[in-house]
Every structure is written in structure tokens, then in C-alpha cells.
């Protein structure tokens, strides 16, 4: 799971709240690397040449602090999610920020091929490796990964952050429900419809000359 467990979670709530500062660093160190690999989901390569995502991290981890006695004294969501909604409103302001006054720039580093257009950090899963595949194996789930990565690239804003938040992240439905202002259930008919524009994506990628038309 990308976030830690909740019961040890509250448990360390509670101590903080009682002032135990071990607890405050605890809670928060715990929670960092899902935070770090939330951030480096949602940064394509253009921002993440320019900012470490451990320094946003840190940004949002100075924030928690400031602002944990707040959150325990009424806390409106899960510590998790809390956490990955101020990073996700830092993330959109650095985008903002760097594509208005750096827009000359950043348009025109563009990468060769069709398959090195900015991508989300879905790209970490390439760095997952089998050592007993074979060669041929090997190549095959390089191929597959490559049409995932550019299936997804493809997806509006909407459709990606659902599928985000539910296979990279490992949210439930009821907390990407929560996170998106929505009701349960549109939530999995949005992560439904997602899903089909996806396979629909990946068909198209995987069609010969479907990358020239488009």
C-alpha cells in the first residue's frame, strides 16, 4: 500500500496531539516516501527538470506541521489524504507558475518520437525489473509498458488522476471520492468510464500508424 496503516496513524495522532514531538516527526516520516511518489506522479518531465520532487515533498511536510494541531483538532479527513490534498494544491501551483513564466522555454524542449512526449511518473514502474525474464520477455513488457505509459499520457486530466489514485496510489473508492468532492458512486461510474476510455486509448496506440494520425 502506498499509504501507511491508519490504526498506527492514529495512534501517533493521539500522542501528537498530547504534545509528544517524537510522535509529530514519526507520523510524518512515515508518511513521506507515498508522499514523494504522489508528487512524482503528478510532475511531468518538463517541471521535474527544474524541481526535486523530495523538495516539495519537504514544503508540504514544513506545511503539515504548521498547520497538525489544526488538523487534530478536527480532522475532516483521513491523515493520508490531508497530506496528498496540500501537495496536490502545491503541485497545481508550481505547474501554474512554471508554465506562465516559463512557457517559451519549457514549449520548446520538445523530445523526439512519439513515445517521449511528457508522461506522468507512471514512468517508475519501468524501473521495476525481473531478473529471471528473458530477453524476448524482457522486450515484450518494455513494448507493453511503453503503449500503458502513452495510453495514459493520452487521457484528459479527468480520466488519468481517477486511475491515479486508484491503481497507482491503491485509494479506495470512498477516499477518491472524497479527495474529488464527489459522491461514491460517481466516483466509480467516473473510474469506470475512465477504464473504457483507457482500453479504448490503448487500442488506438496499439494500431499501426495510429500514432502518425494523430
Do not use: C
Not at 50 to 66: F, I, K, P
Not at 135 to 143: C, D, F, I, V
Request: aromatic residues 4%; charged residues 30%; glycine residues 4%.
Amino acid at each position: 500500500m502506498m499509504w501507511p496503516n491508519s490504526n498506527e496513524t492514529q495512534e501517533l495522532l493521539l500522542n501528537a496531539g498530547q504534545g509528544q514531538s517524537a510522535a509529530v516527526n514519526d507520523l510524518l516520516d512515515r508518511h513521506r516516501e507515498g508522499l514523494r511518489n504522489m508528487i512524482r506522479a503528478r510532475m511531468d518531465q518538463k517541471l521535474s527538470r527544474r524541481v526535486d520532487a523530495s523538495d516539495v515533498v519537504q514544503d508540504v511536510m514544513l506545511e503539515a506541521s504548521q498547520r497538525l494541531a489544526d488538523y487534530i483538532r478536527d480532522p475532516k479527513m483521513p491523515f493520508g489524504l490531508w497530506l496528498r490534498q496540500m501537495a496536490q494544491d502545491r503541485i497545481i501551483d508550481l505547474h501554474r507558475r512554471h508554465r506562465v513564466a516559463r512557457r517559451r522555454s519549457l514549449d520548446r524542449e520538445q523530445q523526439a518520437g512519439p513515445l517521449n512526449q511528457d508522461r506522468s511518473s507512471l514512468e517508475l514502474l519501468a524501473q521495476l525489473r525481473d531478473p529471471e525474464l528473458t530477453p524476448a520477455a524482457a522486450s515484450l513488457r518494455k513494448e507493453l509498458h511503453e503503449r500503458f505509459v502513452e495510453g495514459i499520457d493520452r487521457l484528459d486530466d479527468e480520466d488519468r488522476e481517477i486511475l491515479l489514485m486508484r491503481h497507482f496510489e491503491q485509494l479506495t473508492n470512498s477516499e477518491a471520492a472524497e479527495l474529488l468532492g464527489v459522491s461514491q458512486p460517481a466516483a466509480g461510474m467516473r473510474y469506470l468510464r475512465a477504464l473504457r476510455r483507457l482500453r479504448e486509448v490503448l487500442g488506438e496506440v496499439a494500431s499501426p500508424g495510429s500514432v502518425a494520425e494523430s
